[in-house]
């Protein structure tokens, strides 16, 4: 009998202990924060694991690839069906040049996902010609439009003088970047870009787009608010719109780009616990 007992404390100990040891990657005794979690919560959901790549600047393990250095099937053009026109393309096809592991701009109009994106970060290098081939607005000029609305300029402004709000990094004709931080023509550089689309209640405006855009590393834009679809020579207005695809601008100069890739997210996903 005194053995069973010996035995059923022992057990009971191990049992306690090992329930413990479980226990120590948080707490349940400690004070809630405003979102209703303990700090520490030990019953705080875990984040989801994303494998990083193994180079800096290359896509983690849960990014849509949207060029690879050769494959372009995650884009299209354009259509334009007015055979008058310059950028005539009736049936909307993916254009521009593919070579040594770049995607090359040619004056057949702008480029677009196929895909429609949200919230997202997206990377992208690009590359301006070497020698430079014109000035200001006309040296390697292209951009990244979020949602086929909102421009982060793409320009060669290494000592390259144009207006503030239409340099590399701006949110086109809103905001300059922060900093000037091109490299030289011929050099890659890149861009790393956290946009936070519009949200729209039918036809009201709930929450303007936001964007943080790092220029080779270097932060130009902080949690920028965007005022509109950018523009040129105008204010912007916004109109309601959903999910859309992430478009190239062809602005006649043969601007090149390489790995593209984009993750999607829910920056206004609510961190509360609910009870
Ligand atoms: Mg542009």
Redesign the pocket.
């Known amino acids: 009998m005194l053995k069973s007992i010996i035995v059923v404390l022992v057990l009971g100990s191990v049992c306690v202990q090992a329930a413990e040891k479980k226990r120590n990657w948080g707490y349940s005794n400690t004070p809630k924060l405003p979102s209703g979690w303990r700090v520490h919560d030990i019953e705080r959901p875990q984040p989801e694991v994303v494998t990083p790549a193994q180079n800096p600047g290359g896509a983690p393990s849960d990014a849509i690839i949207l060029f690879d250095g050769t494959d372009v099937s995650a884009w299209m053009g354009i259509k334009q069906d007015n055979p008058k026109k310059k950028k005539y393309n009736p049936e909307g096809n993916m254009l521009w040049k593919v070579e040594n592991g770049y995607l090359e701009c040619t004056p057949t109009g702008d480029i677009r996902t196929k895909e429609k994106f949200g919230d997202c970060q997206f990377h992208i290098e690009w590359q301006t010609a070497n020698p430079r081939q014109g000035n200001s607005q006309n040296a390697g000029?292209?951009?990244i439009f979020m949602q086929r609305r909102y421009?982060t300029?793409?320009?060669d402004n290494f000592e390259n003088r144009t207006y503030a709000d239409g340099m590399a990094g701006c949110v086109?004709g809103q905001q300059p970047p922060l900093v000037n931080a091109c490299r030289k023509p011929g050099e890659w550089q890149s861009y790393d870009i956290i946009f936070q689309a519009p949200r729209f209640d039918g036809d009201v405006l709930v929450s303007p787009a936001y964007v943080t855009v790092f220029l080779n590393g270097v932060l130009v834009q902080h949690n920028q608010e965007v005022l509109g679809p950018t523009t040129h020579k105008k204010l912007p207005v916004y109109k309601p719109h959903g999910d859309d695809a992430i478009q190239l601008?062809d602005?006649n100069n043969n601007t090149r780009f390489r790995n593209i890739w984009i993750r999607r997210l829910n920056l206004t996903a609510d961190n509360a616990r609910s009870e």
């Open positions: 000029n292209s951009g421009e300029q793409v320009l086109y601008q602005h």
